[in-house]
Each structure stands twice: as C-alpha cells, then as structure tokens.
C-alpha cells in the first residue's frame, strides 16, 4: 500500500479510554490525512496535514486531535474513546494538492471497536 | 439529503458484461471526480480521475461526468472475476483541498 504502515490493524477498547492510532509513510508525501469509513457513509475526513505540525480539521473532527512531529508520521489521538467512534480508519498521503494531483495513497486500516 | 448519493448494491453480474456504476450529486460546485476500488480489508485506490464532461477511458474503464445532470458514471467492460469490489466515487470543488465521498456500491463478478 504505497509505503504506508497503520498501526495497529486492529484494536478492541473500552469507552472513556484514549486511543492512539499511528500512520508511517516512507513517501516523504507533504500531505496526510485521516478518514474513517462506516457503512453508508463513505469515507469521512477526521483531520489532515500539510506539513511538520501543520494540520487542519475536517468534516468530523470532534473528539479527535492529531499530531504530526515528523514527515513520516501522523498520530490520530481519540481523547476518550465513545462508541460512535467504532469505525474503520484509513490513513492516506498525497504528494500535493494541485490541480493535476489528486491521487491519494491509502492505508490498509485499523479496525476500531469501542465497547 | 447527502451532497453525493451512490446506491450500496450489491451489484452482480455474470463474467464478461458490463459493469456500469453511477453517482450524482447536488452541489455544483464539484469540478473534479474520481472513481477508487477497495478491495475487502484493503484501502481505496484510484482508478480514474476527470475534470471536464465526457468520456475518459483507460483499459477496460470509462468514466463519464455530465455535469449538467449532475450524474458522473463508470463503465467497466468485460468485467472480471477480479473487478469484485467496492467502488466510491469521489468529488473536489475547484477551490480546497477537501474530497467528497459517495458511499461506494459493491460489485460482484461471477465466474
């Protein structure tokens, strides 16, 4: 997948508890963003990056935060973890945000269930 | 109402017809559109992308947009056993950086 690692692939927690999920990338790619995906929904942008601690919000990005210290690395934090936050989450890098570009590169996913 | 609608499926069809998928959407503002696949337990990946209206075709895929109706469609001709997977649409407006899912609809292709 486009030299993008997510981790974990899959995790079990309890509500009230944070999770951190991590996106590696060996791209060097500037952009990075973090969806989820449910049934009938599509996929969601949560927050994105545009560089080393730059980042911005997206569609559905209460009760995330994230954090990118390193061009390889983008961290989705979720403060205190509640079910409607069972999703699938999927990482993705994109190379720039022109006109001719919009090919996005995505993780394999980390499936989160939150009991 | 969603800004872009796609009907779930599943859709099945015997191998070697032809696979037509479609979304529309309501904001007029959408300029560019994408068509991903994602296989089960994998991520999207791209397969066509288009700016104006008309045709596109690469391989055994067209994408077609007409932007009047708000209808963007995909054709996959001489579908595969391979093809069976989910497809979401995707739309940009001319400014931003944000894309726009549709919900995707999965495809069957029997042997």
């Known amino acids: 997948d486009a030299g993008i690692t997510q981790s974990p692939r899959h995790k079990v927690t309890e509500t009230g508890t944070p999770v951190t999920l991590r996106c590696h990338q060996t791209?060097?790619?500037?952009?990075m963003y973090w969806y989820r995906q449910d049934p009938g929904h599509g996929l969601r942008l949560i927050h994105y990056?545009?560089?080393?601690?730059?980042?911005d919000k997206g569609e559905v990005s209460d009760g995330y935060s994230v954090s990118r210290s390193k061009t390889e690395d983008f961290l989705l934090t979720l403060e205190s973890a509640t079910s409607s936050q069972t999703s699938v989450y999927f990482c993705?890098?994109?190379?720039?945000?022109?006109?001719?570009?919009?090919?996005?590169?995505f993780g394999s996913g980390t499936q989160l269930s939150v009991l | 109402q969603k800004e872009v609608e796609q009907d779930p499926g599943p859709l099945s069809v015997p191998e070697g017809a032809i696979v037509s998928l479609n979304c529309t959407y309501s904001?007029?503002?959408?300029?560019?559109f994408m068509w991903y696949r994602q296989y089960s337990r994998k991520g999207p990946e791209l397969l066509m992308y288009t700016y104006s209206s008309g045709n596109k075709e690469d391989g055994r895929f067209t994408a077609q947009v007409d932007k009047s109706s708000k209808y963007i469609s995909l054709f996959i001709r001489d579908s595969q056993p391979s093809d069976s997977a989910t497809y979401l649409c995707a739309m940009r407006k001319a400014a931003g950086n944000k894309l726009t899912f549709g919900g995707g609809t999965r495809v069957l292709v029997k042997p």
């Open positions: 993705a890098i994109s190379e720039s945000q022109g006109l001719t570009n919009e090919k996005l590169f």
């Open positions: 990056s545009y560089g080393v601690k730059d980042t």
């Open positions: 904001n007029s503002a959408f300029q560019y």
């Open positions: 791209e060097n790619h500037r952009y």
